[in-house]
C-alpha cells in the first residue's frame, strides 16, 4: 500500500524523474519512490500545496515545518504516524541507514522557504541549493547503496542536487516573483544594478539573462562533478543517475539559450529529449568510465562534521 502511494506521489509529482526511475533495479526504484514521496509531502506541507500545485493562502508555514519534524521524530522513534508520507520513510528506513541529521537538513530547507528567506550572497544560494536538493542526493545516494562513510561519493551526489536546484531557479524566475519570492543572491542583483524586487521588470530583462547564463553555467559545473561521482553507483542506478543529469541539465542549458526570453514560457524539456537521454545515459553504462577525473575543486562544499 505505502509503495502504491509512493509511486502515485512520483507519477504526479515530477514526470522526469519518474521517468528516469524506471531505470532502476525494482529494489531500488521503490526505495527510491519512498523517498520522494517524504520529500514530496514535506515540501507540498510547507507551500500549502498539492504535488506543486496552487500555493494556499494564509497557510501557515511555520506551523507546518513544525508538524514536519514531529512526525520525523515519530518516525526515528519507529512510530506508525498514520500518515502515508511518513511511514513511507519509516518503510524506507527499515532497510536502509539514513542517518537524522541528513534528513534534518533537508528539513532546514523547508524552515528556509517557512521563513521566507532570500540569499544574499552566491554562497547563500548554493547553501539554499543543497538543503532544499543537495542533502535529498546525499539521501538519494544512500539508498542506492553507497557507504555513508563515503564522503567523497556523497558530496558528488550532492552536487547532483546542486545541479537540479540551479536549473530550478533559472528557470522559476518569473513564477517565484508572482509568488513574491527570489532565489536570486542580492549581491548578484546589485552588481546588475536592478532595484530590489524589480528584477521581472521589461527594462532589466537583458540583465537578468546574463544571471540566468551564470546559473546555467554554475549547474553545468555541478552536473559534471556529479556525472564523475555516479562511477561508483551500481549500473543501473548509474543509468538513471546519469539520464536525469542530462534531462535536467538540459533546462538550465535551455534558459541559457533562451536568453532573454528565457521566462516568456516555462522552460521544459520534450519528451523525445528525455528518450534521447535515456539512450545516451544506458551507452554510457555500458563502456568504459571515464578516466579523466572531473576535479571539485572550487566548489560549494556541504559540512560533514556532526
Not at 519534524?69 to 502515508?84: H, I, N, S, W
Not at 517557512?114 to 540569499?119: K, L
Not at 559545473?221 to 551500481?234: F, I, T
Not at 545516451?280 to 560549494?300: E, M
Request: a negative charge; proline letters at 4%.
Amino acid at each position: 500500500m505505502l509503495h502504491r502511494f509512493a509511486q502515485d506521489s512520483i507519477a504526479r509529482g515530477s514526470k522526469s524523474f519518474a521517468l528516469a526511475s524506471q531505470l532502476f533495479d525494482a529494489e531500488t526504484r521503490d526505495r527510491v519512490w519512498l523517498l520522494y514521496a517524504w520529500c514530496r509531502a514535506a515540501d507540498d506541507m510547507t507551500d500549502g500545496q498539492d504535488h506543486g500545485g496552487t500555493m494556499s493562502q494564509g497557510h501557515d508555514a511555520a506551523a507546518a515545518v513544525v508538524q514536519i519534524r514531529a512526525l520525523t521524530d515519530a518516525v526515528y522513534r519507529g512510530e506508525v504516524t498514520g500518515e502515508p508520507a511518513f511511514d513511507a520513510l519509516g518503510l524506507l528506513l527499515n532497510d536502509v541507514d539514513i542517518p537524522r541529521h541528513i534528513i534534518d537538513d533537508i528539513i532546514d530547507g523547508f524552515a528556509l522557504d517557512a521563513a521566507e528567506w532570500r540569499p544574499r550572497s552566491e554562497q547563500d544560494m548554493l547553501k539554499y541549493c543543497y538543503h532544499v536538493a543537495g542533502a535529498v542526493g546525499v539521501a538519494m545516494a544512500l539508498v542506492m547503496g553507497i557507504d555513508p562513510d563515503d564522503q567523497r561519493t556523497l558530496d558528488r551526489a550532492s552536487d547532483l542536487g546542486l545541479a537540479f536546484q540551479l536549473a530550478n531557479i533559472a528557470r522559476d524566475v518569473a513564477e517565484d516573483a508572482a509568488a513574491d519570492r527570489c532565489y536570486l543572491p542580492v549581491e548578484w542583483l546589485v552588481e546588475m544594478d536592478i532595484p530590489p524586487g524589480q528584477h521581472m521588470h521589461p527594462a532589466f530583462r537583458p540583465r537578468l539573462a546574463v544571471m540566468g547564463k551564470w546559473l546555467a553555467e554554475m549547474a553545468e559545473e555541478y552536473e559534471a562533478s556529479a556525472r564523475w561521482g555516479a562511477r561508483k553507483l551500481p549500473p543501473r542506478s548509474r543509468w538513471a543517475v546519469l539520464a536525469a543529469a542530462g534531462i535536467y541539465g538540459d533546462i538550465a542549458r535551455e534558459v541559457r539559450r533562451r536568453g532573454q526570453g528565457a521566462w516568456d514560457h516555462r522552460a521544459s524539456t520534450t519528451k523525445m529529449a528525455k528518450l534521447g537521454w535515456i539512450a545516451k545515459a544506458g551507452w554510457s553504462v555500458l563502456r568504459r568510465p571515464p578516466q579523466r577525473r572531473i576535479s571539485r575543486d572550487g566548489l560549494w562544499t556541504r559540512a560533514t562534521d556532526l
